[in-house]
Nanobody, 115 residues
Framework: QVQLVESGGGLVQPGGSLRLSCAAS????????MGWYRQAPGKQRELVAR???????NYADSVKGRFTISRDNAKNTVYLQMNSLKPEDTAVYYC?????????WGQGTQVTVSS
């Protein structure tokens, strides 16, 4: 069983920055892939960024060059640095961990980009 606890969401003006954190806990040794997804009202949940235990990353085209995902394997924690935020980045952001064939999800954190 894996528990994911997210933090760092909030309200920010366009062009601003936020940093999301997600800490995984439970009876785990090492999680393979961790990442962030988001879901805006009326839309499907989509991948934002993902990172493997070896540091391989991939990003949605809409966030490339603006968002950076990183990971602390010793702490089983993943971070999402979000810069140059746009109103279209407004969504609930969910942390995801893939462990022993199962996808685990955090409770979600709201990110609102508005002036």
């Amino acid at each position: 069983q894996v528990q994911l606890v997210e933090s760092g969401g909030g309200l920010v003006q366009p062009g601003g920055s936020l940093r999301l954190s997600c800490a995984a806990s439970g009876n785990i040794f090492s999680i393979n892939a961790m990442g962030w997804y988001r879901q805006a009202p009326g839309k499907q949940r989509e991948l934002v960024a993902r990172i493997t235990s070896t540091g391989t990353t991939n990003y949605a085209d809409s966030v490339k060059g603006r968002f950076t995902i990183s990971r602390d394997n010793a702490k089983n924690t993943v971070y999402l640095q979000m810069n140059s935020l746009k109103p279209e980045d407004t969504a609930v952001y969910y942390c995801n961990a893939f462990y022993i064939g199962i996808n685990y999800w955090g409770q979600g954190t709201q990110v609102t980009v508005s002036s």
